[in-house]
């Protein structure tokens, strides 16, 4: 577990290198204090993942002893569980923009409206909560232990981070196979064409494979950050806005199904300028 925490650490100067380098060649894309806030959200989420961790770990383990094989780690079966973990990861991304449930905590990472490096750590404290460990059960259930199925989740959300940027144009014959800046940008775009594209982690194949690939256009200027009202820019508000509105929503539902859809249907709209200042998802 120690090994895990310590691999997004490990990488950190590397993060930190592309953030100066970007923001020196390409500073019209940053504002400090979006920045500022995603650094502070950061810390944030890794304090909660790390918590959660601790907390679930012995259920992880308790799970692993039922595992239908036992994986002896080799350089296929690593190679197997990436692929199986991205996978998975699709899945888990997709259904975060389609259930309000999950979009409660992934609309923080779309909150901004600005695209550039530090946006790859704006990230919500309530992923242990809404439940984003549930998708990687079935990797341990197969064989994979706890400790291999996180270091391999860190890994690919280290790779993530090279994908939130404007600096880098197509990358040629690596679009075909691998999630790029370019797609990336397409997924965080609040334009009609591109809402609920591109969910890819490490290989965009499952988007092409499942429909949900559209690529970058010229002809459409992108919009960041989320559609409808915004939260107020400040750690408590973008991480409980969402899940505020996803509750009144809740309580204000008078049957049993409008209830049920108020947290695991389709996220809900609000107008522009609503009373609260929960953010919404188009």
Sequence with gaps: MVDVSLILLALSPIFLLCVAWEYIKHHEHYDWRDSLLNALL???HQGSDALALLVLMPLFYWLHQFALFTIELNLLTLLFGFILQDFLYYWFHRASHCIHWLW???VVHHSSNNMNFTTAFRQSLLYPIVGMWL??????LLGFTPTLVFAIVAINLAFQF???TQTVNRLGVVERIFNTPSHHRVHHASNPDYIDKNFA???IIWDKLFGTFVEEREDITICYGIRGAAPKQTPLD????????MFHCFAQANTLKSKWLALFGYPT????KPKNTASVKP
Excluded at 135 to 140: D, N, R
Excluded at 269 to 272: A, F, G, K, R, S
């Design 269 to 272: 709209h609000l107008p522009e």
């Design 238 to 245: 973008v991480n409980f806005a969402q899940w505020r509105h």
């Design 42 to 44: 950061a810390l944030l």
């Design 162 to 164: 090279f994908v939130h």
């Design 201 to 203: 982690g490490v290989l």
């Design 104 to 106: 409660s905590a992934h």
């Design 135 to 140: 998708f990687w059960l079935p990797m341990i």
